[in-house]
């Protein structure tokens, strides 16, 4: 059997921690910031971790 591919574009949006969570970035910080308020913008940053079905999946997508 060959091996499988890790999903290339799961592998760019995704990142596993050391214990195994699946950190992911908050939609909406991209464009249109200016029509957007400043504490929406300063909740957005930073990290978040994928609901427990959802990282399930992800795992699967980067061979993990």
Known sequence: MPKN???SGASKRFKITG???VLRE???KRHYLEHKP???TRRLTGNA???PGDA???KKL???
Request: proline share 0%; glycine share 14%.
């Open 38 to 40: 400043s504490t929406l």
């Open 19 to 21: 214990s195994g969570k």
């Open 56 to 58: 399930k999946k992800i």
């Open 49 to 51: 971790e994928m609901a």
């Open 5 to 7: 591919k890790s999903h």
């Open 62 to 64: 980067l061979g993990k």
């Open 26 to 28: 908050r939609a909406g």
